[in-house]
């Protein structure tokens, strides 16, 4: 069944709006992502864009920036009876062995229903404390993926799109003014293939940059596992264009009661170009790979190493190549060794559960950078006051040689069908202890409101969110005495029009 034909529209706008009390100064950036596509047939046919309007005013000047792209045009269709999928256009590599990086050409990928649920890949989630009402906007090599309101603590986004492979940039920006950055890696969990089946994803293009422009010329990618037995999977690839190529070989294996691992090593060869930034030398090298995953189902717990990889000083991957033929030298942040550990567990006796995370990045020529979080948190009953939580959160990133260290504590304590709490933010020298009220409606909405004072004056924040039918809508306010005020604004949602209406 092809569906109805029909037009799309998918939006994420978000709008935000910060008067500076001490400087007198205006700031509202606007900036948004989405698709437009039609539905012909079997074919889907999409075009990503985004959208970003920066405005200053303060006493000395005024100063407008604004941009508006399209950063890909795509179709797409099922292959029903090749259980795949055919892709033609603008697109990123989807890969299991390598890094992803902005193409135009065909590809074919298997369909991974036939994989079992828990192996179908590892979706980072993005995880942090927001120190006050903030926008959390995800980036790869440049390029805006995801971007949303979250309101002023922990926060977890567990949606992100899972095609995407290599480091995703996470920048955190408060309502208050300050900015968290840090990077979170994508990996593969161990991965099966069913016996006597073969997964496959292979393409053909030209990379290119985000302005369209080619950088090199064709290349081509084939990669494959194939199930040997049952729970024992060979695997690999190969890719590569006129001055680069390569190739990788591995090996998955379900150990029953122990996990799934699987371990692989990919060799490169790169010729560099006789120019300004290389003297046409050839670098060669390898990078070893081992990932790792287990559900102990009898304590309710999953713990997923989701891929230690090491890289000599001379292997290159292809985004790495494209990138020194981009800026005719290699960047710096050269990757040595890239980890990510999770682990989850819930007590359901007790009422607790727990949440950890630990990322690092280590590099040939520049600081290491690394990310953790670590989440606890816990329901009980005190005397005849039931369903208190109690959360605590943790986390440290490092990155670019800077330090961020920040702890969340909080009570929660039922009022009838609503809650109020305490909540304290601690960050280096800064602090925030709040009082709060939340609530909710069965129509949808969620609301919260907290007064309180940190090392600046007293402080009050709200945060509304509504998931409608056509649009999911995030507000929220900021204020803190002697400092700024701040709105913000968030629509999320979805539009599709029809022979037979919207």
């Known amino acids: 069944d092809n569906g109805i034909p029909g037009i799309i529209l998918d939006y994420n706008i978000n709008n935000q709006l910060r008067h500076d009390q001490e400087s007198g100064s205006e700031e509202q950036s606007i900036s948004g992502n989405g698709t437009l596509g039609a539905n012909l047939g079997a074919w889907r046919l999409r075009a990503d864009w985004q959208a970003s309007y920066d405005h200053r005013?303060?006493?000395?000047?005024?100063?407008?920036?604004?941009?508006?792209?399209?950063?890909?045009?795509?179709?797409?269709?099922?292959?029903?009876?090749?259980?795949?999928?055919?892709?033609?256009?603008?697109?990123?590599?989807?890969s299991d062995v390598f890094d992803s990086f902005n193409y135009i050409g065909a590809s074919v990928v298997s369909d991974d229903q036939m994989l079992p649920p828990k192996l179908r890949g590892y979706a980072p989630e993005i995880v942090g404390i927001a120190r006050s009402n903030a926008k959390v906007k995800v980036s790869w090599q440049g390029r805006v993926l995801y971007e949303t309101q979250v309101p002023a603590g922990p926060f977890r986004i567990q949606?992100?799109?899972?095609?995407?492979?290599?480091?995703?940039?996470?920048?955190?920006?408060?309502?208050?003014?300050?900015?968290?950055?840090?990077?979170?890696?994508?990996?593969?969990?161990?991965?099966?293939?069913?016996?006597?089946?073969?997964?496959?994803?292979?393409?053909?293009?030209?990379?290119?940059?985000?302005?369209?422009?080619?950088?090199?010329?064709?290349?081509?990618?084939?990669?494959?596992?194939?199930g040997v037995t049952n729970g024992w999977s060979l695997y690999g690839g190969a890719i590569g264009e006129s001055n680069y190529q390569a190739?990788?070989?591995?090996?998955?294996?379900?150990?029953?009661?122990?996990?799934?691992?699987?371990?692989?090593?990919?060799?490169?060869?790169?010729?560099?170009?006789?120019?300004d930034g290389f003297d046409g030398e050839t670098l060669q090298g390898n990078s070893y790979r081992i990932s790792y995953s287990r559900d102990f189902d009898e304590i309710d717990s999953r713990l997923t190493f989701a891929g230690y990889r090491f890289s000599e000083k001379n292997f290159m991957s292809m985004s790495d190549y494209l990138d020194a033929k981009t800026y005719h030298h290699l960047n710096a942040g050269h990757e040595k060794e890239r980890y990510t550990v999770t682990y989850n567990q819930n007590f359901r006796e007790?009422?607790?559960?727990?949440?950890?995370?630990?990322?690092?990045?280590?590099?040939?020529?520049s600081p290491d950078q690394s990310n953790y979080n670590l989440s606890l948190s816990w329901y009980f009953d005190l005397g005849s006051i039931k369903n208190l939580s109690a959360s605590l959160n943790g986390y440290r990133s490092e990155y670019n040689g800077d330090k961020?260290?920040?702890?969340?504590?909080?009570?929660?304590?039922?009022?009838?069908?609503?809650?109020?709490?305490?909540?304290?933010?601690?960050n280096g020298s800064q602090h925030r202890n709040q009082l709060g009220y939340s609530g909710h409606s069965q129509n949808g909405d969620n609301?919260?409101?907290?007064?309180?004072?940190?090392?600046?004056?007293?402080?009050?924040?709200?945060?509304?969110?509504?998931?409608?039918?056509?649009?999911?809508?995030?507000?929220?306010?900021?204020?803190?005495?002697?400092?700024?005020?701040?709105?913000?604004m968030s629509l999320r949602g979805g539009m599709t029009l029809t022979t037979q209406g919207g």
Request: glycine share 10%; net charge negative.
């Open 447 to 488: 609301w919260q409101l907290h007064v309180g004072q940190d090392e600046q004056g007293a402080q009050a924040d709200g945060y509304y969110s509504y998931q409608g039918a056509l649009t999911d809508i995030d507000l929220s306010a900021d204020y803190e005495e002697g400092s700024y005020r701040s709105l913000g």
């Open 350 to 365: 007790q009422g607790m559960s727990a949440y950890f995370s630990y990322s690092r990045s280590t590099f040939w020529d």
């Open 159 to 226: 949606d992100l799109n899972q095609s995407v492979s290599g480091t995703l940039h996470v920048t955190v920006e408060e309502q208050n003014g300050q900015t968290q950055e840090f990077d979170v890696n994508t990996a593969s969990v161990p991965f099966l293939t069913r016996p006597g089946m073969v997964r496959y994803k292979m393409a053909l293009g030209r990379p290119q940059d985000w302005d369209h422009h080619p950088i090199t010329g064709t290349f081509a990618s084939a990669e494959a596992s194939w």
């Open 404 to 426: 961020d260290d920040g702890v969340y504590i909080s009570l929660s304590v039922p009022w009838g069908n609503d809650s109020i709490s305490y909540n304290g933010t601690f």
């Open 57 to 94: 005013d303060d006493d000395e000047n005024t100063s407008t920036l604004h941009d508006q792209s399209w950063s890909r045009y795509y179709a797409y269709r099922a292959l029903p009876t090749l259980g795949a999928k055919l892709t033609l256009g603008e697109s990123y590599l989807q």
């Open 247 to 275: 190739v990788a070989l591995g090996s998955g294996k379900d150990l029953g009661v122990v996990g799934a691992v699987a371990v692989d090593i990919t060799h490169s060869i790169a010729h560099m170009p006789q120019d």
